[in-house]
């Protein structure tokens, strides 16, 4: 199966996986800031397991809806939680640090999902918030809601590059 | 009259603004006011002396009027800055400052800092500065930013309550804490942002937590011991509501056993919703506190058949023991969370020739209502603004006939429902002058489009089931600000204002009306004609409580703090995205606008003549 889908980035993206064993980003992995001793490490790309997978985003908005994060930040736009939508993150853009946030929860406010909810489903809600400011693909992120138009869909989602949480090319 | 807390001073203080209610006459000649009587105030049941300003609402009758008439409607336009004190944190500030003996107490948003300012030095210097350190999740489940609306006194001790559900008793003249007592859970949703009210020796302090599927209840705490003397649950079996033999509703409809069991799909009830956020009203005479109860949860009513008691009405409670004497439900089976939380005002009026006690509550659902207090019979209840998700209230069985076009159902867009979830009025609270008998009401025109979901119960988490999208009602103006006139049943004036006014109300017997606009604009105007006399730009947006005092040097002033938030403000303070139509609940997109007109802010402005 692995083969397979390596085979075609198409494939990937329409490949419902049921049972697979996602891990959850290995605890040194999860850096909050650019800044760091020393020279600069270029900055090591963890793919998401789930970015490349049209399913597992959609899984993410239904599980956005069914665990109550729209309750808090709204479909992005925030309300008591920060928006999800724009290029500000307190924690971090990378998968791994949206990981992070859903699974450990943050100290403001945000409540560790990790305890009730598996690996699997935090990644895929992880590749849909990250959908949200279109960190993800166009062709896996969600077109269309079922429920009242509130905003433009995912898929049309501008890019907003990550401004105060991407590491920097050094400066000259 | 700092400690008021018993039968009796509602007499002498009403004496007492019997003469201070006819100083100002002379002053008060200007603008259109010839056709208003001024009347001795015999009209509210409490008012003090007005130099001390020891309760958020003013007095127990919660008519935020002042007896002082220094500053009036001559000389008004000469207001000055006396002097300005940061808070230090820039989230919505809602509260009422209190003026005790020379100091100011100040309490601000999340972290809940108390200060005690001393009057008595220039510039009001810091006398002590108490944090309670609340825990930092709780801002995670504060529905409408991380607010307070302010402490309260009672014989040398504040009291105030802390967003993680505590409420702490300090030693007002050291800051040191003198007890701190848990009344809730942050993982069940509980946060507590209410003004407590002091009635003989009890502190009275309810709940925040609609949007969480909480329980709601109003609580009782000795103010000596901080231990608890009663809780009322606001949903459940009677026991659990302190319903007993002295429950004797008005209406048929509020009358049965265990109604806050059987009003509910099974077991509904025990994340029903029902807190108490809004201001507490006290009759000496009668020995009742009155309250309303807040929104039924989850928001989609169709997951919730049934009146929902005992969410979203009125009680009127024994403050002793918490027994229950009447209650009024304002909107049975809310479809809109339409609270019932907006504060009752208590004033004494000839009613159709007779002498009664009424209570004035202008409701969220967009009705004015004019109950008698001793009974909840309702006497009038009108549209003060547009309304179409219902078509009046039944006087005869007092119930709110909803308009069957507009109600939610789930899985459809239902559109221009007016008023829009916040209300026509939400906790914003109005304020009251014996002298013109006008009622002085901030509020706000909003519509929404709303689609009720399903919604799943996990605790700690919001348990809504609906998406909403507020927008301006119609004549193109947000938020108004309006005098009134509850025998006449009709607005004596009213000016508009681009956003809700969201700033609670004050007036004076200088015939001087108070509020402040999210702009930031602080104004003073007519009370008689609405003529605006004043303004004096803040450095934020204004949400908060006016209020006045005579100070040690026996000058009048006028204070407020500014720094816009709150469910309105949340786009400013908490910087939502209103590309997202539903941020903030909703809200967001009907101010879309406010970060071009405000920034974050919070600091207390202190107003007197030159």
Excluded at chain 2, 457 to 473: E, R
Aim: aromatic share 10%; charged share 20%.
């Amino acid at each position: 199966m692995t083969a397979l889908l390596a085979a075609s980035a198409a494939c990937e993206r329409e490949t419902r996986r049921f049972h697979d064993e996602a891990q959850p980003p290995a605890a040194g992995g999860v850096r909050l800031t650019a800044l760091e001793p020393g020279p600069a490490t270029s900055s090591r790309a963890l793919r998401h397991p789930y970015e490349d997978n049209a399913w597992a985003v959609s899984e993410g908005k239904r599980l956005y809806s069914q665990f109550n994060c729209a309750g808090c930040h709204a479909h992005g736009g925030g309300g008591m939680g920060p928006p999800l939508m724009d290029a500000l993150w307190r924690y971090g853009a990378e998968p791994e640090n949206v990981f992070a946030s859903i699974a450990g929860g943050r100290p403001n406010g945000m409540p560790a999902f990790g305890t009730k909810v598996g690996a699997t489903q935090i990644w895929q809600l992880a590749a849909y918030v990250r959908s949200m400011s279109g960190l993800v693909p166009k062709d896996v992120a969600p077109g269309r809601t079922d429920h009242m138009q509130v905003k433009a869909g995912e898929q049309a989602a501008p890019e907003a590059v990550p401004r105060n949480a991407a590491p920097e090319p050094p400066a000259p | 009259m700092r400690f008021r807390a018993f039968a009796g001073a509602g007499l002498i203080t009403a004496v007492l603004g019997c003469t201070d209610g006819n100083g100002g006459d002379a002053a008060a000649s200007a603008g259109a006011a010839a056709n208003r009587t001024r009347v001795a105030d015999t009209t509210a049941i409490a008012s003090g002396s007005g130099a001390e300003w020891t309760q958020v609402a003013g007095d127990d009758a919660n008519t935020r009027y002042s007896p002082l008439d220094e500053i009036n409607t001559a000389n008004a336009a000469q207001l000055t800055l006396a002097w300005s004190f940061s808070t230090g944190v820039n989230r919505g500030q809602e509260a009422a400052p209190l003026v005790i003996d020379g100091t100011m107490y100040v309490v601000t948003p999340y972290p809940n800092i108390l200060y005690a300012l001393d009057l008595t030095q220039p510039g009001a210097p810091t006398r002590w500065t108490y944090r309670p350190e609340p825990l930092a999740a709780a801002q995670g489940v504060a529905c409408c930013d991380v607010v307070n609306r302010g402490p309260a006194y009672a014989d040398g001790r504040i009291f105030y309550n802390t967003l993680d559900a505590h409420t702490v008793a300090v030693d007002a003249a050291t800051g040191r804490e003198i007890w701190r007592t848990r009344l809730g859970d942050i993982n069940r949703g509980e946060t507590m942002t209410m003004a407590p009210l002091v009635v003989k020796g009890k502190v009275l302090v309810g709940v925040s937590g609609g949007e969480f599927g909480v329980r709601g209840w109003l609580t009782a705490l000795d103010a000596a011991s901080g231990a608890i003397a009663w809780r009322a649950y606001h949903t459940g079996p009677d026991a659990d509501v302190l319903i007993g033999d002295r429950f004797k509703p008005f209406y048929a409809m509020d009358q049965g056993t265990d109604l806050g069991v059987t009003s509910w799909p099974p077991d509904m009830w025990r994340t029903g919703g029902g807190g108490v956020w809004g201001f507490i009203s006290y009759d000496p005479d009668l020995d009742l506190i009155y309250y309303g109860t807040a929104n039924p949860g989850p928001w989609n009513p169709d997951l919730r058949p049934g009146d929902n008691k005992w969410t979203a009405g009125i009680f009127a409670r024994d403050p002793d023991d918490g027994a229950a004497v009447w209650f009024y439900q304002t909107s049975p089976h809310d479809l809109y969370d339409h609270d019932g939380i907006n504060e009752s005002i208590l004033v004494d009026l000839p009613w159709q020739g007779r002498d009664r006690k009424l209570l004035l509550h202008p409701g969220r659902n967009g009705y004015m209502y004019v109950i008698d207090r001793a009974t909840g019979e309702v006497l009038a209840a009108d549209a003060f603004g547009f309304v179409n998700s219902a078509r009046g209230v039944d006087l005869r069985t007092g119930r709110l006939i909803p308009e069957p076009s507009k109600a939610p159902v789930t899985g459809r867009v239902v559109r221009m429902i007016c008023p829009a979830a916040p209300g026509m009025k939400d906790w914003q609270p109005a304020a009251w002058s014996p002298r013109l008998r006008l009622l002085f009401v901030p509020h706000q025109n909003l519509c929404m489009d709303h689609e009720a979901l399903e919604a799943n119960y996990i605790s700690g988490t919001p348990y809504l089931g609906a998406d909403a999208k507020y927008y301006g009602g119609p004549g193109g103006w947000r938020g108004r600000f309006g005098a009134w006139d509850p025998v006449a049943r009709e607005w004596a004036w009213t000016i508009e204002e681009n956003f809700p006014v969201w700033s609670g109300a004050l007036v004076t017997a200088g015939d001087v009306a108070f509020y402040g606009t999210m702009e930031g604009w602080f104004k003073a105007v007519d009370a008689a004609s609405g003529r605006e006399l004043w303004r004096f730009k803040t450095g934020s947006g204004i949400i908060g409580q006016p209020v006045t005092y005579r100070g040690p040097d026996g000058k009048q002033y006028v204070a407020i703090l500014s720094g816009v938030g709150g469910w309105s403000g949340a786009i400013v303070s908490a910087d939502l995205d209103p590309r997202d139509s539903t941020a903030g609940a909703g809200f967001a997109s009907a101010m879309r606008d406010l970060p071009q007109h405000t920034t974050k802010g919070g600091t207390l402005y202190v107003f007197a003549l030159p």
